[in-house]
Antibody, heavy 121, light 113 residues
Framework: EVQLLESGGGLVQPGGSLRLSCAASGFTFSSYAMSWVRQAPGKGLEWVSGIIGSGDRDYYANSVKGRFTISRDNSKNTLHLQMNNLRAEDTAVYSC??????????????WGQGTMVTVSS | DIVMTQSPDSLAVSLGERATINCKSSQSVLYSSNNKHYLAWYQQKPRQPPKLLIY???TRESGVPDRFSGSGSGTDFTLTISSLQAEDVAVYYCQQYYNIPPTFGQGTKVEIK
């Protein structure tokens, strides 16, 4: 069964850092691009960042560029999101999602349940 | 960024009736080299992650009931639920994947009348 399981969320103060992880199983992880998508409480979906299968190319939303870094460890089937200089507006459920094929320019066919990040003093 | 605008924000439909959701992109999402529209639809039920329904504007994902269909071209697209079932109560999002960043519509909430 294809599965994505996020971890690492929590409460952090403004300006703080957090590292999210996403453990993948049930598919050949290195063959697919992966993304992080967030959803603020009661709001819609916002794509945050994506990375191709090899990890050689990454992409970011303008709202997080320079503060967040996506990475992947294909030997451990794990995706990460390092979040620095967090702001209140980063408060959201963060979900990892798998691209249907290898490109970031594709739909997201498998999603994790998400992990909650709350930025508050 | 490409802006995706859905209408209506919410709609209530009787069981067995048709539900129609519209999505408009701020620029074309047609890639001329393969003649495909980079437009998808997702369904999100409460406390669940989104589920992919439709991609390439009209291709149904495996396992999605055939009462769900997508249509449209250029900048205007439609998701139709031909006969609404109780389990279709959800928020529906369109998404363009033509450009980075991929962007979503604001969502349309579908309820039972």
């Amino acid at each position: 069964e294809v599965q994505l399981l996020e971890s690492g969320g929590g409460l952090v103060q403004p300006g703080g850092s957090l590292r999210l992880s996403c453990a993948a199983s049930g598919f050949t992880f290195s063959s697919y691009a992966m993304s992080w998508v967030r959803q603020a409480p009661g709001k819609g979906l916002e794509w945050v960042s994506g990375i191709i299968g090899s990890g050689d190319r990454d992409y970011y939303a303008n709202s997080v560029k320079g503060r967040f870094t996506i990475s992947r460890d294909n030997s451990k089937n794990t995706l990460h999101l390092q979040m620095n200089n967090l702001r209140a507006e980063d408060t959201a459920v963060y979900s990892c999602a798998k691209s249907r094929v290898g490109s970031v320019y594709d739909v997201l066919d498998i999603w994790g349940q998400g992990t909650m990040v709350t930025v508050s003093s | 960024d490409i802006v995706m605008t859905q209408s209506p924000d919410s709609l209530a439909v009787s069981l067995g009736e048709r539900a129609t959701i519209n999505c408009k992109s701020s620029q074309s999402v047609l890639y001329s080299s393969n003649n495909k529209h980079y437009l998808a639809w997702y369904q999100q039920k409460p406390r669940q992650p989104p589920k992919l329904l439709i991609y390439w504007a009209s291709t149904r994902e495996s396992g999605v009931p055939d009462r769900f269909s997508g249509s449209g071209s250029g900048t205007d697209f439609t998701l139709t639920i031909s006969s609404l079932q109780a389990e279709d109560v959800a928020v529906y999002y369109c998404q363009q994947y033509y450009n980075i960043p991929p962007t979503f519509g604001q969502g349309t909430k579908v309820e039972i009348k």
